[in-house]
């Protein structure tokens, strides 16, 4: 979806993977994760990005198929952005990006 609407898209298929591509990518503009991830959950990574204080602006959006407050309000505290419930529409993924990354 995120690639037909012309933006790059970098993949990992873990938590621990997420982690590593954006400490080794610099440029990345948005980070997209799910909650339910071997290695590394979705809140341990997004915690860990967080951690590093380079990433202190980049948004980072949770999509999952979870809906509980109590993950949301996890979330943001440790500095997510947006969540999105499985399942989703395409253009909503799409608004969501261009809302936070300026294109």
Do not use: S
Request: hydrophobic share 50%; charged share 20%.
């Amino acid at each position: 979806m995120l690639v037909q609407a012309g933006y790059q898209v970098v993949e990992a298929e873990d938590g621990m993977q997420g982690l590593t591509a954006v400490g080794a990518q610099r440029d990345i503009a948005l980070v997209i994760c799910d909650i339910n991830m071997p290695n590394m959950n979705g809140i341990e990574m997004l915690a860990a990005v967080k951690e590093d204080a380079a990433n202190a602006a980049l948004p980072v959006v949770m999509l999952t198929t979870e809906g509980k407050a109590q993950l949301i309000q996890q979330a943001k505290r440790h500095g997510a952005k947006g969540w999105i419930v499985k399942p989703f529409k395409a253009d909503q993924l799409v608004a969501v990006v261009r809302k936070l990354v300026g294109a």
